[in-house]
């Protein structure tokens, strides 16, 4: 299982990093609890539309996956650069790299719930700079 789950979040990250938003069935059910929000599937598709708009060579990798069950704990890596206003920061054409810790929880093979914290803080100091 544990295995399955770290091949199935590399898929994930895969289908992100290409912009392959069509595929996102294969990864979430019909609805999903974001961080206590309950999204519809088409939700996060429009979500991941937006940042890749903001951010067009936004990439994510994981770092130090944890798995436990049916849980997935990842520290994701995230760089690009902003091109227009992105989570609530203008871009100032610098390239930003900082990290989010986030928690899954997997039903029948695709993401029942995320939990995710962005470390905002590091993103405004290379944004504010």
Same mark, same amino acid.
């Given at each position: 299982?544990?295995? @399955?789950?770290?091949?199935?979040?590399?898929?994930?990250?895969?289908?992100?990093?290409?912009?392959?938003?069509?595929?996102?069935?294969?990864?979430?059910?019909?609805?999903?609890?974001?961080?206590?929000?309950?999204?519809?599937?088409?939700?996060? !598709? =429009?979500?991941?539309?937006?940042? $890749?708009?903001?951010?067009?060579?936004?990439?994510?990798? !994981?770092?130090?996956?944890?798995? @436990? /069950?049916?849980?997935? #704990?990842?520290?994701?890596? $995230?760089? /690009?650069?902003?091109?227009?206003?992105?989570?609530?920061? !203008?871009?100032?054409? #610098?390239? +930003?790299?900082?990290?989010?810790? =986030?928690?899954? @929880? +997997?039903? @029948?093979?695709?993401?029942?719930? $995320?939990?995710?914290?962005?470390?905002?803080?590091?993103?405004? =100091?290379?944004?504010?700079?």
């Amino acid at each position: 299982m544990h295995q @399955e789950l770290r091949d199935f979040y590399r898929l994930y990250l895969e289908m992100v990093n290409s912009h392959e938003f069509a595929r996102i069935g294969e990864f979430f059910h019909d609805t999903i609890d974001f961080n206590g929000t309950s999204l519809t599937r088409d939700d996060m !598709a =429009a979500w991941m539309r937006g940042n $890749i708009a903001a951010v067009p060579d936004l990439w994510l990798t !994981a770092d130090e996956p944890i798995v @436990e /069950g049916s849980r997935l #704990a990842v520290r994701i890596i $995230i760089s /690009g650069t902003p091109q227009q206003e992105w989570l609530g920061l !203008a871009p100032n054409g #610098a390239t +930003v790299t900082f990290s989010e810790t =986030a928690f899954y @929880e +997997v039903e @029948e093979g695709r993401f029942r719930s $995320i939990r995710n914290l962005m470390d905002m803080d590091s993103l405004r =100091a290379q944004l504010l700079a």
